[in-house]
């Protein structure tokens, strides 16, 4: 049976969870008896250009819906528009991003549709009438399997827990209009302003280099940023301490009620590893704690440790990192 | 304004959990509970948003979905300030916001109610799911908006903004509007002596949840793997080398 993937686009361009749900709904419908991955497309005039890169990852056809008021998401067009969609075509799957858009958007479908939704997903199973999916319950502390019986299972998926894998398919575009006249919405997203120093967004980088209340300072941050730097791929996150404290914006925290991360490798520094924190990023990959004891939470979840001064051990280990990506 | 702010009660999630005998739940004996992290949030900007406007008609009904022990939490609630509580009794919570959404919708459009606001919080901190706002306002037919972060209001419109990852959004809506709340927007204020004891005398209405039918259910809950962590490299910044080496052979991340 087909499978739909919603795609999502910032400032014109797809962002990394489009191929992810499109590489989702190709897997499903592949499991799923086979069938073709339809993804929807909605945004400014000229967006249905983006219709190949889509077709890269295994999208069969690509639903182009384009208006000029449509440039930025606007919640009741984008869910109306998806929801009519989802009705025009029997589907066995829809996929959503789990990103900050989508977890919007998703429940909005769901609940007009009234379709069960698994939101949130890290990992999925589909037959030809049940879909499993596992979903982190209680701040990550245990694994939902989640069961929904029947016809569209709708599913929003954990950014960067399903790769984008290519599958390249002869993608044909098909054009569609909005399903919501976007002058009759009632909510309008009026601007989109880009936070400063967000290089690299925390739920996308593969390395997140973290400082807690060890810093003694906002000033010393610094030893924080120069050693993402010297990754070049890594975000600078922090505890809910600091946030609290004003070292950093809010936005940076990471725990639980801040953003859940997992990423490739999480470097901890003077975070002593309060279970908030913990709950944040105890799912990633790998995670190196710096702090001078020995005996806090975070040296017991770290898979690798250094116990000392962090003010001298995160300079010489930036010096270190320079050099091995010097010679990579 | 006439605001409505649903809750939840979840178990601390300080606790260590443990899976039930049926392996679909967690073991709830000896869990502490308490409101939802976000849903706190949502009552403290009810009640300053009651408190700026200052002395006019106002009401903060909360409402909770639960066992016997929800009315606990709206108790808490009314001794933080709100006015009056609604319990929609119910066994045991649904996994699924649909379910949960339909019988908030239920009770939250039933005639002669004219809400200005419906609140809750960004998601619960036990199922994670942040589906039962947008569900509930898909429901009600009403204007939604998501994880605010900033929120003003002026002559039956608001302005939010919601942290996206890397940008800040504005959204402009129109009243009445289901909102739900990030954190950060309005810390929770700790019930006075005073509040206590005034909570005692407001009135909390029970009544049976209409719950919907769900379509999602849990068939298995499992504890997540134990980390194998806890392996120190080395003291001070002569471990650094070997550190180094360690993530590029080995854990192989550089």
């Given at each position: 049976m087909n499978c739909l993937a919603v795609a999502e686009l910032r400032n014109g361009a797809l962002r990394k969870v489009s191929f992810e749900v499109v590489t989702a709904a190709r897997r499903a419908a592949n499991a799923a008896g086979g069938g073709e991955v339809h993804a929807l497309l909605i945004g400014g005039p000229g967006i249905g250009g983006r219709a190949t890169e889509l077709g890269r990852y295994g999208a069969d056809v690509v639903a182009v819906v384009e208006h000029p008021a449509l440039e930025r998401y606007n919640p009741e067009v984008f869910a109306a528009t998806a929801a009519a969609y989802l009705r025009a075509h029997p589907f066995r799957c829809g996929f959503f991003p789990a990103s900050a858009q989508g977890r919007d958007l998703a429940p909005r479908v769901a609940g007009a549709l009234r379709l069960g939704l698994a939101a949130d997903v890290v990992d999925f199973e589909v037959s030809a009438d049940v879909l499993l999916a596992r979903h982190p319950v209680y701040i990550g502390k245990a694994m939902a399997t989640l069961r929904l019986a029947g016809s569209p299972a709708l599913v929003s998926l954990r950014p960067g827990a399903i790769g984008p894998v290519e599958a390249p398919a002869a993608m044909r575009v098909e054009r569609t209009e909005p399903a919501l006249d976007p002058g009759a919405a009632r909510v309008a997203v009026t601007d989109l302003a880009e936070r400063a120093a967000a290089k690299l967004d925390l739920g996308e980088a593969p390395i997140i280099v973290s400082g807690g209340r060890g810093l003694k300072a906002a000033a010393n941050f610094r030893l924080v940023e120069e050693l993402a730097a010297a990754f070049g791929n890594a975000a600078v996150g922090a505890t809910r301490a600091v946030t609290d404290d004003g070292w950093r914006p809010a936005t940076d925290q990471i725990g639980q009620t801040g953003r859940l991360v997992?990423?490739?490798?999480?470097?901890?520094?003077?975070?002593?590893?309060?279970?908030?924190?913990?709950?944040?990023?105890?799912?990633?990959?790998?995670?190196?704690?710096?702090?001078?004891?020995?005996?806090?939470?975070?040296?017991?979840?770290?898979?690798?440790?250094?116990?000392?001064?962090?003010?001298?051990?995160?300079?010489?280990?930036?010096?270190?990192?320079?050099?091995?990506?010097?010679?990579? | 304004m006439k605001i409505a702010v649903c809750l939840k009660r979840v178990p601390d999630t300080e606790s260590r959990f443990t899976i039930a005998p049926d392996r679909v739940s967690v073991d709830t004996a000896g869990l502490k509970f308490d409101m939802s992290d976000f849903d706190?949030?949502?009552?403290?900007?009810?009640?300053?948003?009651?408190?700026?406007?200052?002395?006019?008609?106002?009401?903060?009904?909360?409402?909770?979905?639960?066992?016997?022990?929800?009315?606990?939490?709206?108790?808490?609630?009314?001794?933080?300030?709100?006015?009056?509580?609604?319990?929609?009794?119910?066994?045991?919570?649904?996994?699924?916001?649909?379910?949960?959404?339909?019988?908030?919708?239920?009770?939250?459009?039933?005639?002669?109610?004219?809400?200005?606001?419906?609140?809750?919080?960004?998601?619960?901190?036990?199922?994670?799911?942040?589906?039962?706002?947008?569900?509930?306002?898909?429901?009600?037919?009403?204007?939604?908006?998501?994880?605010?972060?900033?929120?003003?209001?002026?002559?039956?419109?608001?302005?939010?903004?919601?942290?996206?990852?890397?940008?800040?959004?504005?959204?402009?809506?129109?009243?009445?509007?289901?909102?739900?709340?990030?954190?950060?927007?309005?810390?929770?204020?700790?019930?006075?002596?005073?509040?206590?004891?005034?909570?005692k005398k407001k009135p909390v209405d029970s009544r049976?949840?209409?719950?919907?039918?769900?379509?999602?259910?849990?068939?298995?809950?499992?504890?997540?793997?134990?980390?194998?962590?806890?392996?120190?490299?080395?003291?001070?910044?002569?471990a650094v080398p070997e550190l180094a080496r360690l993530l590029r052979d080995e854990a192989k991340v550089l």
């Amino acid at each position: 049976m087909n499978c739909l993937a919603v795609a999502e686009l910032r400032n014109g361009a797809l962002r990394k969870v489009s191929f992810e749900v499109v590489t989702a709904a190709r897997r499903a419908a592949n499991a799923a008896g086979g069938g073709e991955v339809h993804a929807l497309l909605i945004g400014g005039p000229g967006i249905g250009g983006r219709a190949t890169e889509l077709g890269r990852y295994g999208a069969d056809v690509v639903a182009v819906v384009e208006h000029p008021a449509l440039e930025r998401y606007n919640p009741e067009v984008f869910a109306a528009t998806a929801a009519a969609y989802l009705r025009a075509h029997p589907f066995r799957c829809g996929f959503f991003p789990a990103s900050a858009q989508g977890r919007d958007l998703a429940p909005r479908v769901a609940g007009a549709l009234r379709l069960g939704l698994a939101a949130d997903v890290v990992d999925f199973e589909v037959s030809a009438d049940v879909l499993l999916a596992r979903h982190p319950v209680y701040i990550g502390k245990a694994m939902a399997t989640l069961r929904l019986a029947g016809s569209p299972a709708l599913v929003s998926l954990r950014p960067g827990a399903i790769g984008p894998v290519e599958a390249p398919a002869a993608m044909r575009v098909e054009r569609t209009e909005p399903a919501l006249d976007p002058g009759a919405a009632r909510v309008a997203v009026t601007d989109l302003a880009e936070r400063a120093a967000a290089k690299l967004d925390l739920g996308e980088a593969p390395i997140i280099v973290s400082g807690g209340r060890g810093l003694k300072a906002a000033a010393n941050f610094r030893l924080v940023e120069e050693l993402a730097a010297a990754f070049g791929n890594a975000a600078v996150g922090a505890t809910r301490a600091v946030t609290d404290d004003g070292w950093r914006p809010a936005t940076d925290q990471i725990g639980q009620t801040g953003r859940l991360v997992s990423p490739q490798l999480y470097v901890a520094v003077g975070i002593s590893g309060a279970i908030q924190h913990l709950a944040g990023m105890r799912t990633s990959k790998v995670i190196v704690a710096i702090n001078r004891d020995k005996d806090a939470p975070i040296m017991k979840l770290a898979d690798y440790a250094i116990v000392g001064d962090l003010f001298e051990i995160v300079p010489r280990l930036t010096e270190e990192i320079r050099k091995v990506r010097a010679g990579q | 304004m006439k605001i409505a702010v649903c809750l939840k009660r979840v178990p601390d999630t300080e606790s260590r959990f443990t899976i039930a005998p049926d392996r679909v739940s967690v073991d709830t004996a000896g869990l502490k509970f308490d409101m939802s992290d976000f849903d706190g949030y949502a009552l403290e900007l009810a009640l300053r948003l009651n408190e700026q406007q200052g002395g006019g008609p106002g009401e903060i009904v909360v409402l909770s979905l639960g066992p016997e022990g929800t009315q606990e939490t709206l108790r808490k609630a009314l001794s933080m300030g709100a006015d009056r509580g609604i319990h929609l009794a119910c066994e045991v919570v649904p996994f699924d916001g649909l379910a949960i959404a339909e019988a908030l919708a239920a009770e939250l459009g039933a005639g002669g109610q004219n809400y200005d606001l419906i609140l809750m919080g960004r998601n619960a901190t036990d199922t994670g799911n942040a589906t039962v706002g947008p569900m509930t306002a898909a429901i009600l037919g009403w204007p939604c908006v998501t994880a605010v972060s900033w929120l003003e209001l002026k002559e039956g419109k608001g302005t939010a903004h919601r942290e996206l990852e890397g940008f800040t959004e504005t959204v402009e809506f129109r009243l009445p509007a289901l909102l739900t709340i990030d954190e950060g927007i309005a810390r929770p204020r700790l019930p006075s002596l005073k509040g206590i004891m005034a909570a005692k005398k407001k009135p909390v209405d029970s009544r049976p949840a209409a719950l919907g039918e769900p379509r999602v259910t849990v068939q298995a809950m499992e504890l997540p793997p134990e980390r194998t962590g806890g392996r120190i490299v080395g003291e001070g910044p002569e471990a650094v080398p070997e550190l180094a080496r360690l993530l590029r052979d080995e854990a192989k991340v550089l």
